[in-house]
Structure formats: C-alpha cells, structure tokens
C-alpha cells in the first residue's frame, strides 16, 4: 500500500447538466463533451430520448447507443462499461433521469407484490448504488444530463391574495443526487446556466451559455494548466434546442 501525488489530471470530469425541457440540455452536452476532448477526441451517448441525440448528428461526431424502457439500472453499467472498454474520451448520458426512474419503477413492481416497504427500498436503493457507482468511479469523462421540474410555492401578495411562486429547478433524480458530480450546470429555458456545485471555482457568480470554450476551460483546469482565455459569451437570445 502506497500513497502518490495527487493530480488532477488523473481525475475523471463527473459533470451533471440539469434543465427543464427545451432548455438545451443535449445541445449544451455535445458542445461541452466537443470542446473538451478536442478534435481528435471521442465522444459517446447513452440515448433514453428516443433517438433525439441523433438529430445533431450534422452538427457533431459522436457515436449512440439507444437504450429503450424498460430502463433497468444494470443496462446502464453495461453501457457504462461498454463505453469505457471501446477507449471512448467521453460518454454522455441523456438522459439520466431515466435511470432514476427505472429504480423507482424496480421499486414499485416490488410493492405491488407485497412486502415491507424498507426492505424494497432497501432492494431498489442496491440498484441505485451500482449505477451511481459505475456513473462517479467509471475511468471516463462523463457528462450526465437530467431532468427538471419546476417547483411552486404559494405566497400571499399585496392584497393578500395566495399565488403561486417559482420557486427553482428540481432535477429528476433522488435527492441531492447530483451535487455527488464535480460540477452541476443549471440550464434556464433561455439556455444560459448557473452553477449549482462547482470545485473548479470557474464559474461561480457566472451566468453564461454552454459551449465547447466550456468544455477547453473546464479540459485546461482538470490539466492544472493555465486558463484559457475565455470568448465573448453568447447572447441570451442565440437559437438553441434540446
């Protein structure tokens, strides 16, 4: 048993993108994943969204695997493990929502035969493990996309009437599931984002698009190297679909 140096560089990125739909999610990976394996790098998709990876196939070289429901969590480490064994430099899954909900489901098919609740959970929280765990320890960057539900309180206003209140974007995925990523992109239905975790300390404060300048940024902090210049951000308003 022997200690080494740390370094960065021998980590692999873990970054969770959340948005609500149309947000830009898939569009924002694929920039991201481009920009920081370069262009002699390879990227692959793990596909839940009905082949709409696929669709920025003109725009991006990237391979897919499409995974259809049921979304078993061991298909997931299989195409984890696959991906990882090709010598893929990144792997993207769209969604990872789905493989939440594939757990929730293993559970539900467990109550409806009966038993006690805790020991289902028990089950189900097993299959979670194993996929969070081929997801945070496989030797690969990877990018995992989820979804978001808007979520609403109410609130008295001035006239003491109850409305509701937006109050933020909660990802479908077990609670607090994402800050286990390196870094936690929060996509707004105007396609910019915020960072809701982030150990590079990069983008604190930032509100800005995801891009492949991105991804080099994020490529040169896990390097140790300097920082890139950073390009004029987009504008707010540029076209981007999910």
């Not at 920025?56 to 969590?73: A, C, G, M, T, W």
């Not at 929730?104 to 467990?110: G, I, T, V």
Request: glycine share 8%; hydrophobic share 40%.
């Amino acid at each position: 048993m022997q200690f080494t140096q740390a370094l960065r560089r021998r980590a692999k990125l873990k970054l969770a993108v959340t948005g609500p739909p149309g947000s830009g999610k898939t569009m924002s990976a694929l920039r991201l994943a481009t920009g920081l394996v370069g262009p002699k790098g390879r990227i692959a998709v793990i596909d839940t969204e009905n082949r709409s990876a696929s669709l920025y196939s003109d725009r991006f070289k990237f391979d897919v695997l499409d995974i259809e429901p049921p979304f078993e969590s061991e298909r997931f480490v299989e195409a984890i493990n696959a991906a990882v064994a090709a010598g893929y430099d990144c792997l993207i899954i769209d969604s990872a929502s789905h493989f939440w909900k594939g757990v929730l489901e293993f559970k539900s098919a467990l109550d409806s035969r009966g038993g006690n609740s805790f020991t289902n959970w028990n089950q189900a929280g097993k299959k979670y493990d194993a996929g969070l765990g081929s997801i945070l320890q496989s030797d690969i960057h990877l990018v995992a996309c989820l979804r978001s539900k808007v979520e609403y309180v109410l609130e008295q206003d001035m006239k003491g009437k109850q409305v509701p209140r937006k109050v933020g974007l909660a990802p479908v995925f077990r609670d607090e599931g994402e800050y286990e990523f390196t870094i936690v992109f929060d996509i707004a239905h105007d396609h910019t984002a915020q960072v809701s975790k982030d150990r590079t300390g990069i983008f604190t404060d930032r509100i800005f698009q995801v891009t492949e300048d991105i991804g080099r940024q994020v490529g040169a902090w896990l390097e140790g190297g300097a920082m890139p210049a950073q390009a004029p951000e987009p504008k707010a308003s540029e076209p981007k679909a999910e």
